[in-house]
Every structure is written in structure tokens, then in C-alpha cells.
């Protein structure tokens, strides 16, 4: 039966009258092509091919019992010539192995985006498509893509975060379980962990408790390591406060929350440059903590950590605890001195939301939520109670296996 095999050169060699061709891709497995014919057009590797014959064992195989099948080619025709190295190097040898890697990436990413959609697929939730270009953009703290829009004339924001929307889609649906894995925008810094169009996932959960939403997270932290075939269990992952690292790394978190408790933002400044927070004159309550955290703590977590302890005022979307509303129901899952997680029950109260959001508008300008109605009006639609799960995939993905950004995203930006 005549076959037809089509595919990149990856290999060509000379033998007497006969010339063999290696077809497929670099680093997996190729199907030797077998021409006594000669070829039809100059070849060389990199170029594609489509060759045409019968399947066979060549005298070598069969007497070595290799079992190896190859195409004993009646025809083979060149139909795209490789005139510009795919990947520059010094030699064809190290431009195959940087497509091999950029092959195993493209494949792996597959993978791990098939995981987390077949684990919340199989949980009973709904993948939903929000809006990429917005009105407002909202749902984190960060600087954002700005235009004008032709058709009206108004300002639109490339987003920042689902999270707004996907609220919104419950509240308008009665879904009580939703999520979407899709592209996020923000124009800030780019370095080895940070690039300003990244991928993310975010779920939400109606009536999930913490250890459930702590569950749920280390499932989909376990299927992503898997799939990157990255050395890490994140089944159990250890749990520690806000107020035991700041104790652990000489910090007063009981002083802090005293200053916080009588309301004395230059009390609590003049502290912040005890510990070395220089730039605290600059900063709100929130803003100070954080920046503790990112200058104390996170520098000396290298495995996986479980973070809660956090103030509502650090979290201003999220619930507070019922035990003590200074406090917000969240956690964050910390790795190699970044975060990599957050999670929170998230404020569904639309008075409570309303009181926070201003709040907020207080902090550092540059950080400062944007006010936005949409979540306040889907609160009054009636939300329930529900737990909301982020994870930003490229920087967890280029964490786990030791790669800068840029390594694992398919198409960086070009600097």
C-alpha cells in the first residue's frame, strides 16, 4: 500500500546510490525515508518534504532485528526549503536543540492547560470567555494598556484580571461554579519572572470553605507541576501566619497592628523605617505590610508555603474573618521568594464591598482599585458566599522548572 509521510529533514545522509532522510522534528522520535531513486530537488535539513512509497524494513534491520519500519520512496518532493535558520546558533546541532526545547515547552504547556481544564471540567465547573478590552479595568492592583476606541471616542483598558466579570457572570447566571484560563495584560516591569502579557487562571466557587479552596489549589498546583515534569508535591503544603513570619524575621506585628487599631498611619511610618521600609512616608497600612513582606519575608521562602494572616485592608475584594473583621479570609501560596497563589473568600456584601473599595482609594495612587460599579451591582443581584482562586501560569510554570519567563511563553515580546 502506497504512504505518503510528510515533514521537516532532520537528518540526511549519502550511501552508495542511496540516500536516507530522517523526517520529523527534533528530539522525538522521526521515520527514515529511503530513496534509491536520488531526489527530485537539492535537500537539505531543515527543509519540509513529502515522500511517497511503500513500507518496509531495509537488509540492515532485518538482520539485525531491529524491527525498524521506514519508506522506501518512489518520490520526494521538496515543498518548503529552510533558507532562514529557524534558530540562530553556532551549528545546526544547537539550533535543533532549541527547537527540541521550544517543542517540549509548546507540548508540556498543552498539557498542563488540558489538566487544569479536565480537573475543574470534572468538578462541575464552566469555563467562561470574559471581556479582554474594558471600560474599566479592575479586579487587581495594577497599571494598565490604555487606548481610545475609535467607534466612540472612550477610553478602553486592556485587562488586569478576570475576576470582575466572572462575578458578574454569576451573579447574572445562578452558576455557582466558573473559571477561565486566558490572557492578562499589564504594563509594568518584565524580567526573568515578570512579562507584561501573561497567562492566568482564575476559579470560583460558591459556599467553598478555606481547606476546600486550599484542596482545590493543590490539585491544580500538582497537575501543573506534573505536566512541566517539574520535581514538586504541593499535596499538604505547610501553613504558616503573616504574624508568625513578621515575628520570625524580627518584626513587631502587634505594634503594627496597634497602630493600625488607633488609626496612626505616622506612627506606624515612623516603624516601617525600623525595619527598613525606607519609602514608608509614601505608603498607606496596607501598602507598608506588603512591603515588609516583600522585603522581609518573601526573600527567605523557598518551598512551598501556605500564607493567611493577612489584613482586609491588603485584600479589599476579599471577606474578612468572622472571628476578627481586621483580618481577611485568604491565603497565598508562596515558592522560591514570590507568590504564586492568592485565594480569598470573597466580599459579597455590597455595603461592606462599598466601605472597603474607598478605603482602598486611599492607598498609593499608582495601586489604587478603580472604582468600579459592576461588582457592587452584581453583590445587590445576590451572590453567595464563595471562594475565588488565582494563579498567573508563566510565572508558576518558569518557578518550577528554574526558566526565566520568556522561556516558557510561546511568543514573548520582542524587545
Not at 36 to 63: C, F, M
Not at 80 to 89: H, I, K, L, Q, S
Not at 133 to 156: E, H, I, M, Y
Request: with cysteine; net charge negative; hydrophobic share 40%.
Amino acid at each position: 500500500m502506497t504512504e505518503v509521510i510528510r515533514g521537516q529533514v532532520t537528518a540526511l545522509r549519502e550511501s552508495r546510490n542511496v540516500t536516507f532522510l530522517d523526517i520529523g522534528l527534533p528530539g522525538e522520535a522521526s521515520t527514515q525515508v529511503v530513496s534509491k531513486n536520488g531526489l527530485e530537488q537539492p535537500t537539505k535539513t531543515g527543509d519540509i518534504v513529502e515522500a511517497t512509497g511503500e513500507l518496509g524494513e531495509t537488509e540492515l534491520s532485518v538482520r539485525r532485528g531491529l524491527g525498524q519500519i521506514s519508506l522506501f520512496a518512489d518520490s520526494v518532493q521538496t515543498v518548503a526549503t529552510n533558507d532562514r535558520p529557524r534558530w540562530p546558533g553556532a551549528d545546526t546541532q544547537e539550533r535543533y536543540e532549541a527547537q527540541a526545547e521550544y517543542i517540549d515547552m509548546l507540548r508540556r504547556r498543552h498539557t498542563m492547560q488540558r489538566n487544569l481544564h479536565d480537573t475543574l471540567d470534572n468538578d462541575g465547573y464552566v469555563s467562561v470567555d470574559t471581556s479582554i478590552l474594558q471600560k474599566t479595568a479592575s479586579g487587581a492592583a495594577a497599571r494598565t494598556f490604555d487606548t481610545v476606541a475609535n467607534f466612540d471616542g472612550r477610553a478602553r483598558h486592556l485587562r488586569i484580571a478576570p475576576e470582575i466579570d466572572l462575578k458578574v457572570v454569576m451573579a447574572l447566571s445562578g452558576l455557582e461554579r466558573v473559571y477561565e484560563l486566558g490572557r492578562l495584560f499589564r504594563n509594568e516591569g518584565i524580567d526573568t519572572r515578570h512579562h507584561p502579557e501573561f497567562t492566568n487562571i482564575e476559579a470560583y466557587t460558591a459556599y467553598q470553605t478555606r481547606d476546600e479552596a486550599v484542596d482545590l489549589t493543590e490539585r491544580l498546583l500538582n497537575g501543573i507541576a506534573s505536566a512541566q515534569g517539574a520535581n514538586y508535591d504541593f499535596t499538604n503544603i505547610p501553613k504558616a501566619s503573616v504574624a508568625e513570619l513578621f515575628h520570625a524575621h524580627d518584626v513587631n506585628f502587634d505594634k503594627i497592628l496597634s497602630f493600625i487599631d488607633a488609626d496612626d498611619i505616622e506612627g506606624l511610618r515612623a516603624y516601617a523605617v525600623t525595619v527598613g521600609i525606607e519609602d514608608a512616608d509614601s505608603k498607606g497600612a496596607s501598602g507598608i505590610i506588603d512591603a515588609i513582606i516583600k522585603r522581609r519575608v518573601r526573600p527567605t521562602v523557598d518551598a512551598p508555603l501556605i500564607v493567611d494572616g493577612y489584613l482586609s485592608d491588603q485584600l479589599p475584594l476579599a471577606a474578612s474573618l468572622k472571628s476578627d473583621e481586621r483580618f481577611a479570609d485568604a491565603f497565598q501560596v508562596m515558592l522560591k521568594t514570590a507568590e504564586m497563589v492568592k485565594a480569598y473568600q470573597e466580599e459579597v456584601n455590597p455595603n461592606k464591598l462599598r466601605a472597603k473599595l474607598i478605603r482602598q482609594a486611599g492607598e498609593d495612587v499608582e495601586d489604587a482599585f478603580r472604582n468600579d460599579t459592576r461588582l457592587i451591582d452584581a453583590c445587590e443581584m445576590g451572590l453567595p458566599p464563595m471562594y475565588g482562586i488565582g494563579i498567573g501560569l508563566d510565572n508558576f510554570t518558569a518557578t518550577i522548572t528554574g526558566k526565566p519567563t520568556r522561556k516558557v511563553i510561546p511568543m514573548p515580546i520582542d524587545l
